[in-house]
Structures are given as structure tokens and as C-alpha cells.
């Protein structure tokens, strides 16, 4: 009986060491796969604001571990503000040009750039190497700041972890959070594939948890049709903010449209938190 006994706990711990390793295993598998699984980025660039008769300059901005990052900057006659753009997952600066010269048009200078991985910038995409970036681009930007107009911090996407985490070590005087989410794991749980492994991910992505501190205003935009981040996790965003804020639906907006649908009520909502007279 004494033996029976011992050979079922011997068993039941093999089971267990089995079961750990098997855990280990798939965790290593997933946290090396995670930047692909994560990230979209376009190599090279085909469209720049000159392709829409704008002007621009394209900088290189270095990073503390050793990285160049490709940026553009739009400059305007006497700004209305100066917006650092942090674009979404997929592709490069080139996919966001549209949306980056309208600014220009409306009389906002832009700095956008691209982060590791993306587009003519070195480097490879992980969540800790794009905060890095963000930190590169918020050194170059704070050495040569305009105090004449205001800075604003403006993230679509996943550009609005970016953004939170921009604002959560340099306040700006205003931040704009664009079809975001409050972390990876509310985004996860849409997808039952997605909510399995985010358990054994690495990455998070706290947009709201970065944004907890943060006292400037935050104008948050979601669309009503947004298929790749439900318009719910925009208004769970929204809602954990506690700071001065205001949400704004994009009626019948998508995740990657680069015009709205309504464009003029659109960029009506920008300007007027922009200028503050909302």
C-alpha cells in the first residue's frame, strides 16, 4: 500500500513538472513570437507630405540604446499648435501622410515619426523599445520647443498607449487619445484566441494606467464603427480618465479610415479643444 501511495504522488508531481514545463515552454514560444503577433510595420516609404505639394523636413532622431528613428516635420506660419503625432500599428509614416498634412492645413507645425521597425527607422518593434522612442522624440522636442503655442500630445491606436506615456513623463498642455483602448488585455478579450495567450504575454500597453496622473485635458475620439477596437474599450478609456476631459464620437467611423465620414465636425472637435474653448 506504502508503494501504490508512492507511485501515484511520484506520478501526480511528474504530472505537475510536466504541466510547469509545458507552461514555460508556451510562455518562451509566445513571448518570442509577441512582436509579430503585435506589430505591422511597413518598411520604406512611398508617400511623403511632398506627394501633396506640402513642405516638410525629414529628420533622424537617435535613441538612448542606439536606434535611428525617421520623423517628419510640418512646419506652419505661426502655429496654432504644435501636435507630436504618434501614428497607429500598421504600416509607416507614409499610410498616416493624409491625416498629417490636413493638420499642417489647418495651421498646426506636426512632428510624426516612426517608431523602431517602422518605416526607414532601425531597430526592432517591442512595447519597452517604442517607449524608448517616445522618450527620444519628447528630447528632441522639449530641447527646441516653441513656448509661443501650445504642445499637444496626439496618439491614434496603439499610438494612444504611446501618447499617455508621452504625457505621463513630459506633461503637454493638451493630449488627444484617438480609437484607443485602457490595455492590451480589454482589447484581448474580444478574440477568444487572443484572451488564451495574452496570459503568458509580456507586453500591456497601459494606455489608462499611464494616463492616471496626467492633469492636462484629453479629448478622446472613437468610432462608432471601429472593427479592430470596439467602441466601448474608447468609452471605458474615457471613463477612467480623471482629469479635465471630453469624448467625441466619430459617427460611423472605422479604425483606419483616414478621413471621416463627417469631416467638418470632426475637425470642428479638434480645433475647439485645441483653442480650449470647449
Do not use: C
Not at 25 to 30: D, F, H, Y
Not at 43 to 51: F, N
Not at 236 to 248: D, I, N, Q, T, W
Amino acid at each position: 500500500m506504502i508503494m501504490a501511495y508512492s507511485r501515484v504522488m511520484w506520478t501526480a508531481i511528474a504530472g505537475v513538472v510536466v504541466v510547469v514545463l509545458l507552461i514555460g515552454a508556451l510562455m518562451l514560444v509566445i513571448r518570442l513570437i509577441e512582436p509579430q503577433l503585435a506589430f505591422f510595420p511597413t518598411a520604406g516609404e512611398d508617400v511623403t507630405p511632398r506627394d501633396f505639394g506640402e513642405r516638410f523636413d525629414a529628420l533622424t532622431i537617435p535613441t538612448a540604446d542606439g536606434e535611428r528613428l525617421h520623423a517628419w516635420s510640418l512646419p506652419a506660419d505661426s502655429p496654432r499648435a504644435h501636435i507630436i503625432y504618434f501614428h497607429g500599428n500598421g504600416g509607416n509614416l507614409s499610410v498616416w501622410a493624409p491625416i498629417l498634412v490636413r493638420l499642417q492645413h489647418r495651421g498646426y507645425s506636426v512632428l510624426a515619426v516612426d517608431y523602431r521597425g517602422y518605416g526607414l527607422s532601425t531597430g526592432r518593434p517591442s512595447e519597452r523599445g517604442l517607449y524608448r522612442d517616445v522618450d527620444a522624440v519628447l528630447d528632441h522636442v522639449w530641447r527646441d520647443r516653441d513656448r509661443r503655442a501650445p504642445i499637444v500630445y496626439w496618439g491614434r491606436s496603439l499610438g494612444a498607449a504611446m501618447a499617455a506615456y508621452a504625457a505621463s513623463v513630459r506633461p503637454p498642455d493638451r493630449v488627444i487619445l484617438e480609437s484607443g483602448f485602457p490595455d492590451v488585455r480589454t482589447v484581448a478579450r474580444s478574440s477568444p484566441l487572443l484572451a488564451l495567450l495574452t496570459p503568458f504575454s509580456s507586453y500591456r500597453f497601459p494606455t489608462a494606467e499611464l494616463m492616471r496622473g496626467v492633469r492636462a485635458p484629453v479629448l478622446v475620439m472613437h468610432g462608432d464603427r471601429d472593427r479592430v477596437i470596439p467602441f466601448a474599450l474608447g468609452r471605458a478609456l474615457f471613463e477612467s480618465l480623471g482629469g479635465p476631459k471630453r469624448f467625441v464620437t466619430i459617427p460611423g467611423g472605422d479604425h483606419n479610415d483616414v478621413t471621416p465620414l463627417d469631416a467638418d465636425a470632426y475637425w470642428s472637435a479638434v480645433d475647439a479643444f485645441i483653442s480650449g474653448t470647449t
